[in-house]
């Protein structure tokens, strides 16, 4: 159980495009959801928090308007990031928390990894 | 606020030995600690978790961290390791009232070596 799974694993696309990254709860409701970004050897930075049904909040100096974060639904969040340049090239890493789960726990996905040509 | 000090970015160890990560944390409130391990291009998978009580905690694969609450170190061992625990592991900690930020550390390779 608490699988989180993540789509693409591996994208690459040109500088300028937008890409759209998914971040589903395969078993269970996660009412929130986290956007973490990865740089080669180093930890990992919260992004943004989302709830579902409503507004992500973004951590300071991360770009709201570049990192579009949708919570639609209970079992899934999407990270669009918009005018992609080489400097996005990240992996890119969400986790959910259970609706009905300890208050504790965090559900990781296997991240996306982006490279901006 | 706060922070993880995760005072070894790389440890080397050969296959069988001991091995011991070491992490700091700062805080002015009550915590949760955490260590996660990450395997190459893979998320991050839940080791052991202290939240409170016993502040010897056993997790998995023969990890065990001790909480020392007036050191405020969360230090995670292993007696023996396998080349199978060769990655990345993360320490980690959010405050144990609201909010689910966590705040991880630059996080510790380790490198078994056969």
Known sequence: GAVVSQHPSWVICKSGTSVKIECRSLDFQATTMFWYRQFPKQSLMLMATSNEGSKATYEQGVEKDKFLINHASLTLSTLTVTSAHPEDSSFYICSARDRLGASYEQYFGPGTRLTVT | ?114
Do not use: M
């Open chain 2, 1 to 114: 606020a706060q922070s993880v000090t995760q005072l070894d970015s790389q440890v080397p160890v050969f296959e069988e030995a001991p091995v011991e990560l070491r992490c700091n944390y700062s805080s002015s409130v009550s915590v949760y600690l955490f260590w996660y391990v990450q395997y190459p291009n893979q998320g991050l998978q839940l080791l052991l978790k202290y939240l409170s009580g016993s502040t010897l905690v056993k997790g998995i694969n023969g990890f065990e961290a001790e909480f020392n609450k007036s050191q405020t170190s969360f230090h995670l061992r292993k007696p023996s390791v396998h080349i199978s625990d060769t990655a990345e592991y993360f320490c980690a900690v959010r405050k144990d009232t609201g909010g689910f930020k966590t705040i991880f550390g630059a996080g510790t390779r380790l490198f078994v070596k056969a």
